[in-house]
């Protein structure tokens, strides 16, 4: 009798969760476009990555890439995105796996998003200035030395380690039924608003329930758990001294850092800034977003970085 109850509680608990997963998934609404301009579809080895371009043609171009955790788009930029296009011809995709692009149950990796930025920087952009955020930003550097495909580096916040690898949590994750279930606790409205206290930004004024929506809707669409799965288990991380490769840099490259971050500290941006002697600049009651936080005063500052690079 007591296996019989023991069995019958399992089974329940069971349909019970996957009763669960099915109805936040139902939930989630298709995305649309979080930034203003042309939205394209770039077709890379399966994938359909989608991005948006905006501004004029002629100008220089700058490749935005935005970070990568549960909730990654390239909504990222949405505070910068069109006063960039006033000057600039800028194009943000989703990165593989993430926000409006296929999300495929792949074993996401490190080479995979390298070998994206240097197919889609080659194929998309001419001498671009890239900006890139987190793990991107090291993606970015690796791929300028492997391929000299940009002018400039701006790098948010970069790293190259966001913990040890784990295989097994990768596993979990991606397993059907517990790995949706713990996927969801993970990228509840409750965990993200979580993050973006702690870690995300320094003011909660710097986030609306809007943008916690809309970060609950992409963590939600369909195949949304398997790149978010290697980022969390430390399979996203390049192999590579992220000091090393920024010191072989032969462009301009500047470091930007909110002062208060917590996940990459001040103290990781300063001695990146000074193995790889690049320009570090620090914005003050900011986190890993200072140009979330801080529009206005951060793109004062790349414009007038960028401004001697114009042809004259």
């Known amino acids: 009798m007591k296996l019989s109850r023991l069995a019958a509680g399992a089974a329940g608990g069971i349909g019970l969760t996957a009763l669960v997963n099915k109805t936040l998934s139902q939930r989630a609404e298709p995305l649309e476009p979080p930034l203003e301009g042309y939205q394209g579809t770039y077709r890379w080895k399966g994938f359909d990555i989608a991005y948006t371009e905006a501004g004029d043609p002629d100008n220089p171009d700058v490749l935005l890439l935005h970070g990568?955790?549960?909730?990654?788009?390239?909504?990222?930029?949405?505070?910068?995105?069109?006063?960039?296009?006033?000057?600039?011809?800028?194009?943000?995709?989703?990165?593989?796996?993430?926000?409006?692009?296929?999300?495929?149950?792949?074993?996401?990796?490190?080479?995979?998003?390298i070998s994206f930025v240097t197919d889609f920087a080659k194929n998309m952009t001419d001498d671009a200035i890239c900006l890139a955020s987190s793990l991107s930003g090291a993606y970015a550097t690796i791929v300028q030395n492997e391929t000299d495909a940009f002018s400039r580096l701006e790098l948010i916040c970069p790293t190259a380690n966001t913990g040890p690898r784990r295989g097994w949590l990768r596993m979990l994750l991606r397993s059907p039924l517990l790995g949706a279930a713990l996927f969801n606790a993970l990228a509840s409205k409750r965990s993200i608003r979580r993050f973006n206290e702690r870690d995300g930004y320094?003011?909660?004024?710097?986030?609306?329930?809007?943008?916690?929506?809309?970060?609950?809707?992409?963590?939600?669409?369909?195949?949304?758990?398997?790149?978010?799965?290697?980022?969390?288990?430390?399979?996203?991380?390049?192999?590579?001294?992220?000091?090393?490769?920024?010191?072989?840099?032969?462009?301009?490259?500047?470091?930007?850092?909110?002062?208060?971050?917590?996940?990459?500290?001040?103290?990781?941006?300063?001695?990146?800034?000074?193995?790889?002697?690049?320009?570090?600049?620090?914005?003050?009651?900011?986190?890993?977003?200072?140009?979330?936080?801080?529009?206005?005063?951060?793109?004062?500052?790349?414009?007038?970085?960028?401004?001697?690079?114009?042809?004259?």
């Open 68 to 113: 990568l955790h549960a909730a990654a788009t390239n909504k990222e930029f949405e505070q910068i995105f069109q006063q960039l296009a006033t000057q600039y011809h800028v194009i943000a995709p989703d990165l593989p796996g993430f926000g409006r692009s296929s999300r495929p149950p792949i074993d996401y990796s490190a080479s995979l998003y």
């Open 202 to 312: 320094f003011s909660e004024a710097s986030y609306t329930e809007k943008d916690v929506e809309f970060e609950w809707q992409t963590a939600h669409q369909p195949g949304a758990r398997f790149a978010p799965a290697s980022f969390v288990s430390g399979h996203l991380n390049p192999d590579t001294d992220l000091g090393e490769e920024l010191a072989q840099v032969d462009v301009p490259v500047s470091l930007v850092w909110g002062r208060d971050a917590k996940v990459t500290p001040l103290d990781y941006g300063e001695q990146l800034a000074d193995e790889g002697d690049t320009r570090l600049i620090v914005f003050d009651e900011a986190r890993l977003l200072p140009h979330v936080e801080h529009p206005g005063p951060f793109l004062d500052v790349l414009f007038d970085e960028l401004a001697p690079l114009e042809p004259q």
